[in-house]
């Protein structure tokens, strides 16, 4: 084992949550090294994977990133024992996320709705589910700063905006234009009484922003943006080494070591040799993701902490959350053409809100914007036709079906919850489990409401089929392990993400977040720890 | 101490060959074909390329790649150990038809292995891939036929067509005239 001084602040995990982070404090002065658990490729690499994949499972947001063995992630393929995640419960937390230096975003859509302030006073406003330890007045100047950075595009119109309260600035970039088959989805929902509103989206619209280039409809943001005309975290690692971060790769940290004031003195990482390291450093910051957070955190029991690290209220682990979602794959007469512009580009966040939720979850719905040959085409050829008869179904199937997608909200629920597994992985590190149930009132929100609209929809788009997932499927946003709170006895962390329990701890991201709401959260993840950011800087200052 | 990170864009960035290989290390070596086509065509002889792109061009009516070809008549001789009786038999078939396209001899080639056959070679030119399986071969992903059915309105993921917010042109009816390909 090696020990050495290494920063004043440590930076576990080089996602968007951690280097935003490290952009912040570089700039503040302060010395920065960031610890990432998988490898650093190259853009041409990711795309060129991709491209080689099978078109059958082209679907498979992982198949670009293949998990190395020290660092494994989530993989398509994987069953039983054999997979990391070890899932149990009526429903399955089968998440995706990479980990690569870059981290998860290098596959994100991009949207980034905000929330609304009701979404963050679900106790008080509905008798259910936690307030937020602040009000989105708090929060609002925070998005601000995440939509600059990131280079979040938006309508300028407030009639479009989300949500419906007004903006402290605006967007740093005009919305990016509807294709033809969102604008006809768009008239539809508006014969119901939906506002189908441009999204806000990590994507450069009609212009270069932060070094990169105008998105240029690709369709490709999920699984990777061959011309990062998409945000991604990996386009930041660059600059952040500009302004003198460290940044090791292929180094997994699998303990967070506390002293006897209980402050975090050290990590400890494996290297893809196996061999152990330790660094020290002032402040530390994990920035693993709402999954590996809670898990290392675990893993890191000691006498002092013997339920794990940050763990003093047994909050770390439960209140795992998510979007669980249902698609409604529909065949119409109509051409729609999905695939022109980029993969999510519009949604009706309206049906997110409501009184209705005393009783059950939201929803929001989006038409999915990826083309369509990739699901069609082995469909077409399955019915045995040749010749013209071919090319022409293969086109039909590819105009004329759509994938309409209810989003869900969930509640906080502490038996929804990671432990370790007894199964380990290459480095003997025990395999994260999740239980997992999306709970009654997500359920009920499918059957009295969402799915009700979404076929009111299928309907309206003149829909000759409508095929509707069988279970919830997950939307990838991994929130609520390491929940935050004003009590320390029922939450993890506090309302700058700093761990009630060490305060040189700070764990900001997804799994500090109270409640769900329905839209997609990383840019909620992204302005904690732009707060979060600015008390660190406070601290290191002795403020 | 540790090593520290290697910018892949800067001096360390892969060579194309090495970025391929990195590729192929996904599929266990099935993809190997679809990477390096003079090595396929060294693999099938000359004789059994020609019949192939024959049957190939009876089958579907329109401009077919000789590389492509060559790597799904590599990928055939490895599936199909009667390949060339196979081939015979179709190409015949369709000759006692006379036929200019696959709708004359289509109905004629006998169900069972050959019509399964005939079905395999144009789902592999269409999809570009040996079956619709994670450990399929692949023989092509942008020059797939599946993607020249809609070149007039959609991209081929990853190739945009379009520029900077320059997708709002009206959509095309199912009317409009099957792109020429
Ligand atoms: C297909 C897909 C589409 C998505 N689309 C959207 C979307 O449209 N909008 C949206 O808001 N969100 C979306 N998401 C979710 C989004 O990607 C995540 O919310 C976001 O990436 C979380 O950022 P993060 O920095 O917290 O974690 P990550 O991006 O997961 O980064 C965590 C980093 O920590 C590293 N790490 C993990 N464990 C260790 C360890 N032990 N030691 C050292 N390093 C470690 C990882 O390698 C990784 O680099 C999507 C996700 C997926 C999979
Ligand atoms: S549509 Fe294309 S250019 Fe635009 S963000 Fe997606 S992949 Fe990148």
């Known amino acids: 084992m090696v020990t050495k001084t290494s920063a004043d602040v440590v930076i576990v995990g080089t996602g968007v949550v951690g280097v935003v982070i490290a952009e912040q404090l570089l700039d503040a002065g302060h010395s920065v090294l960031m610890i990432e658990a998988g490898p650093r490729v190259s853009r041409a690499e990711v795309v060129e994977n991709w491209r080689n994949a099978p078109l059958g499972v082209k679907g498979d947001t992982s198949v670009a990133y293949p998990s190395r063995p020290w660092a494994p992630h989530p993989m398509g393929n994987e069953k039983g024992d054999e997979a990391y995640l070890q899932l149990s419960g009526p429903d399955s937390y089968a998440q995706t996320f990479i980990r690569y230096a870059g981290g998860s975003t290098w596959h994100w859509a991009g949207t980034s709705w905000r929330l609304t302030p009701e979404d963050m006073r679900l106790k008080s406003l509905y008798g259910v589910g936690r307030d937020w330890a602040f009000d989105y007045d708090t929060l609002e100047p925070y998005y601000v700063r995440t939509e600059n950075k990131l280079g979040i595009c938006g309508p300028s119109d407030p009639a479009l905006q989300w949500p419906r309260v007004a903006r402290s600035a605006p967007y740093p970039m005009p919305h990016l234009p509807f294709s033809p088959g969102e604008e006809r989805f768009t008239e539809i929902a508006r014969t119901l009484g939906y506002n189908n509103i441009p999204v806000a989206q990590a994507r450069n619209s009609g212009m270069p922003y932060d070094g990169r280039p105008a998105c240029c409809a690709n369709n490709n943001c999920v699984p990777v943006c061959p011309v990062a005309a998409k945000y991604d975290a990996e386009t930041a690692l660059h600059r952040l080494e500009k302004k003198g971060a460290t940044i090791l790769v292929d180094s997994v940290v699998y303990k967070v070591e506390t002293n006897a004031q209980n402050k975090i003195e050290a990590v400890h990482f494996y290297d893809q040799h196996k061999e152990t390291h330790r660094i020290d450093g002032k402040l530390f910051v994990l920035a693993c993701n709402g999954l590996e957070n809670p898990k290392l955190l675990l893993m890191s029991k000691d006498d002092r902490n013997p339920n794990g690290v940050a763990n003093s209220s047994d909050q770390v682990g439960r209140n795992m959350m998510d979007h669980p979602q249902l698609t409604l794959t529909v065949t119409t007469k109509e051409p729609f053409w999905s695939g022109i512009g980029p993969v999510v580009n519009s949604g009706i966040m309206e049906t997110s809100q409501g009184s209705f939720r005393s009783e059950h979850a939201g929803a929001y719905f989006r038409y999915n914007n990826f083309a369509r040959n990739r699901f069609v085409t082995f469909a077409a050829l399955k019915k045995g036709l040749v010749g013209k008869a071919l090319d022409e179904e293969i086109r039909r199937m590819t105009a004329c079906t759509a994938d309409i997608v209810a989003a869900h909200e969930v509640l906080p629920d502490p038996n929804n919850r990671l432990t370790l597994s007894d199964k380990t992985d290459w480095l003997g590190l025990p395999k994260p489990h999740i239980h997992y149930d999306v709970g009654e009132y997500t359920r009920k929100s499918a059957e009295v409401y969402s799915l009700p609209i979404g076929k009111r929809i299928a309907e309206a788009m003149g829909a000759t089929d409508v095929k509707i997932s069988p279970k919830f499927n997950q939307s990838k946003h991994i929130m609520g392990g390491t929940i935050m709170g004003n009590d320390a006895s029922n939450s993890v962390v506090d309302a700058d993400c700093r761990a009630h329990d060490h305060e040189n701890l700070f764990i900001p991201g997804g799994g500090a977040m109270a409640s769900t709401a329905c839209g997609n959260s990383t840019i909620t993840m992204v302005a904690l720890a732009i707060k979060a950011g600015d008390a660190i800087v406070d601290q290191m200052r002795g403020a | ?181």
């Open chain 2, 1 to 181: 101490m540790t090593r520290q990170s290697k910018d892949p864009n800067g001096t360390l960035m892969m060579s194309r060959r090495g970025i391929l290989l990195g590729g192929a290390t996904l599929f266990a070596g099935s993809i190997a074909a679809s990477l390096c086509p003079t090595l396929s065509l060294a693999a099938v002889d000359a004789g059994m390329q020609g019949q192939f792109m024959k049957l190939s061009n009876l089958l579907i009516q329109h401009q077919l790649s000789p590389a492509v070809g060559a790597r799904i008549a590599e990928g055939a001789t490895a599936q199909y150990k009667n390949l060339p009786q196979m081939l015979e038999a179709i190409i015949t078939i369709a000759e006692k038809n006379k036929a200019t396209q696959v709708e004359d001899f289509f109905a004629d080639i006998p169900e069972g292995e050959l019509k399964d056959f005939a079905l395999w070679v144009i789902a592999a030119w269409y999809s570009g891939s040996s079956s619709d399986k994670r450990d399929a071969t692949v023989f092509t992903y942008e020059e797939a036929l599946t993607f020249k059915t809609t070149s007039d309105i959609l991209t081929i993921p990853s190739y945009g067509i379009s520029g900077p917010n320059l997708w709002t042109r009206p959509n095309l009816p199912l009317s409009a005239p099957m792109p020429t390909f």
